[in-house]
């Protein structure tokens, strides 16, 4: 009853974090309308972030000193690259799109297991991986070329590729022992204040038009105060949905967790839909259904190293849900 119990409170944080996570390109593309810089927007969100997660960040202090490389690699790529990237591609083509190619994260990080790593894919991890490509085609709409955002489109490639950067390096540690592993939320925590300090130097954000968090951003046809969106983005698209994402990780197996995330890419479609008004052809709708699919059939088909048994299907300490991104992000 308790393994129920807590297989549906898991459930229940993954879908908070999905819908959490999903909200952040809605809420930062009126920003970066109204007038600030894509990565003058990733800047305040990681910052912010930071700030709110420091009393974490204090507590496990300590993986300064044990996983300082991980550390590092996390906030480079998995925080800094992922938000990047992903708030770059979304000045430039629709939110669902952007997020829709990133999800080929999973199915890259297929790739990296079977040609890096050189462990065995199973045949399913393969189709999946084919179902993920074929499905991007019909997203991009490749047949008339020039309706689409070449350039949008390898943006959000980049953030898959820093994806695949957050599901490799949240697997280092995670066949140690429990005295050695990163408690999750620590890396979460530490990742922030690396990307904080790696977007400083790249956004410069002493160049931002700070006049425009005084105002108000177009959101579909309506005027939303820009503070109150990048509220948004800050506590409810970054730190709640971190902490809910490792959360349900803790009453979950990655896998359950990483299926429920894909939902992110669907309430991001459905909102910029909605409160953006941005349309979706059939064919896009269709290929986006297809992309997740096979990102799904590649992530839940990847052979996980040997780790010991995980019990009842769930994996108390495993970070492998730390992105966003989501990452991520």
């Known amino acids: 009853m308790y393994a129920t119990k807590g297989r549906s409170v898991g459930l229940g944080l993954a879908l908070g974090s999905a819908f959490a996570f999903g909200g952040s390109g809605v809420a930062a593309k009126p920003l970066i309308e109204a007038g600030l810089d894509p990565l003058h927007v990733v ?3 990681v910052t912010g972030a930071a700030v709110v997660m420091l009393p974490v960040a204090w507590r496990h202090r300590d993986l300064l000193r044990r996983k300082p490389a991980l550390l590092a690699g996390f906030g480079l790529l998995a925080v800094a690259g992922v938000q990047a990237f992903y708030f770059a591609a979304i000045s430039r083509i629709p939110v669902g799109v952007a997020l829709l190619v990133e999800y080929l994260g999973p199915a890259l990080v297929l790739l990296w297991v079977r040609f890096v790593q050189r462990r065995p894919v199973t045949r399913a991890a393969a189709v999946g991986v084919v179902l993920a ?3 991007l085609a019909c997203v991009v709409e490749v047949w008339t070329g020039l309706r689409f955002d ?9 953030a898959a590729f820093c994806q695949v950067s957050y599901f490799v390096l949240s697997d280092q540690g995670s066949d140690s022992a429990d005295s050695t592993r990163a408690d999750p939320l620590g890396v979460v925590a530490y990742g922030l204040l690396v990307g904080t300090v790696v977007l400083t130097f790249v956004a410069r954000p002493w160049r931002m038009e700070w006049s425009v968090l005084g105002g108000a951003a177009g959101m579909g046809g309506s005027q939303v105060p820009a503070a109150l969106l990048l509220g948004w983005i800050v506590l409810i698209a970054t730190v709640l949905a971190y902490a809910t994402g490792v959360l349900a990780v803790r009453r979950l197996s990655p896998q359950v967790a990483g299926v429920v995330a894909c939902l992110e890419a669907v309430v991001a479609t459905v909102l910029a839909w909605v409160l953006l008004r941005e349309h979706l052809s ?6 986006g259904a297809v992309v997740l699919i096979g990102a799904f059939i590649a992530q839940s088909s990847t052979p996980k190293a040997p780790s010991g048994p995980v019990a009842g ?3 108390a300490d495993d970070p492998a849900r730390l992105s966003s991104g989501s990452p991520a992000v």
């Open 43 to 45: 800047w305040l969100r």
């Open 133 to 135: 490509v074929g499905g």
């Open 150 to 158: 070449p350039v949008g489109v390898l943006l959000a490639l980049g």
């Open 282 to 287: 059939a064919p896009q709708i269709i290929g």
């Open 313 to 315: 299907g769930t994996g």
